[in-house]
């Protein structure tokens, strides 16, 4: 982690007050001043002014999306999810997978990126569960299509096998273990049908309770953290 975002994150200085800081002389890292922001810190003893500093603990949420909000920092359109958490929660927080603005459900949001990576990554078979509506009745022998994976408009090669379960004539449960662009409607045109609402449920071992309402949010247990 670079020392400006390690003093940001352990004192709630912004960006520009901590590089201030640094180059008045007043951190040290293991004894020594250090002037430079971009300088990597792995485990050494920072302190400011004297004051030794924790290192800031990786944070980890599961938001329950509603529909309109984009799954990113800023947007000119639409409002953005992290408008949705208290400001001094957001600081160096992304998207550990992203959700289209019109999809609602399960969104988990962290600052640590390998572990972001690791949800996100299809090599690690993270599977995420969505409730899709349709727009017409699905068709004989979708589900097994989908088992055997379907090649998407624009793609090299099928989508990965994917569980459909059927619910009604209309609504369907998917599992699918990668995350391509638009991947479920896309899914569902490729057999020709439309996804008229999509709602994630679960990803991994995580899942969005009932009892969390749209625009609510919670810290993961560590037993969740784990999980991915």
Same mark, same amino acid.
């Given at each position: 982690?670079?020392?400006?975002?390690?003093?940001?994150?352990?004192?709630?200085?912004?960006?520009?007050?901590?590089?201030?800081?640094?180059?008045?002389?007043?951190?040290?890292?293991?004894?020594?001043?250090?002037?430079?922001?971009?300088?990597?810190?792995?485990?050494?003893?920072?302190?400011?002014?004297?004051?030794?500093?924790?290192?800031?603990?990786?944070?980890?949420?599961?938001?329950?999306?509603?529909?309109?909000?984009?799954?990113?920092?800023?947007?000119?359109?639409?409002?953005?999810?992290?408008?949705?958490?208290?400001?001094?929660?957001?600081?160096?927080?992304?998207?550990?997978?992203?959700?289209?603005?019109?999809?609602? =459900?399960?969104?988990? !949001?962290?600052?640590? #990126?390998?572990?972001? $990576?690791?949800?996100? +990554? %299809?090599?690690?078979?993270? /599977?995420?569960?969505?409730?899709?509506?349709?727009?017409?009745?699905?068709?004989? =022998?979708?589900?097994? !299509?989908?088992?055997? #994976?379907?090649?998407? $408009?624009?793609?090299? +090669? %099928?989508?990965?096998?994917? /569980?459909?379960?059927?619910?009604?004539?209309?609504?369907?449960?998917?599992?699918?273990?990668?995350?391509?662009?638009?991947?479920?409607?896309?899914?569902?045109?490729?057999?020709?049908?439309?996804?008229?609402?999509?709602?994630?449920?679960?990803?991994?071992?995580?899942?969005?309770?009932?009892?969390?309402?749209?625009?609510?949010?919670?810290?993961?247990?560590?037993?969740?953290?784990?999980?991915?």
């Amino acid at each position: 982690m670079r020392l400006d975002r390690f003093l940001s994150e352990a004192t709630g200085l912004t960006r520009s007050m901590a590089k201030k800081a640094l180059h008045r002389g007043d951190v040290t890292v293991d004894g020594e001043v250090i002037k430079k922001s971009d300088q990597q810190i792995h485990g050494q003893a920072v302190r400011l002014e004297g004051r030794l500093l924790n290192e800031p603990q990786p944070r980890y949420v599961l938001l329950h999306k509603p529909a309109g909000y984009i799954s990113a920092t800023q947007d000119e359109v639409h409002p953005c999810v992290f408008a949705l958490l208290p400001p001094e929660l957001c600081r160096g927080m992304q998207c550990a997978g992203r959700l289209d603005v019109d999809t609602t =459900g399960l969104l988990l !949001l962290t600052d640590d #990126g390998q572990w972001s $990576h690791r949800l996100r +990554s %299809p090599k690690h078979q993270c /599977q995420k569960v969505y409730q899709v509506d349709l727009a017409e009745p699905l068709a004989p =022998g979708v589900a097994q !299509l989908f088992s055997e #994976g379907i090649m998407l $408009h624009g793609e090299d +090669s %099928p989508t990965l096998g994917a /569980q459909l379960d059927v619910l009604s004539e209309t609504r369907v449960l998917l599992t699918i273990q990668e995350g391509k662009y638009h991947q479920v409607k896309r899914m569902f045109a490729a057999v020709g049908n439309f996804v008229v609402a999509l709602h994630r449920l679960k990803v991994g071992e995580i899942v969005l309770e009932d009892s969390l309402a749209e625009g609510q949010w919670r810290f993961l247990t560590p037993e969740e953290v784990a999980s991915i």
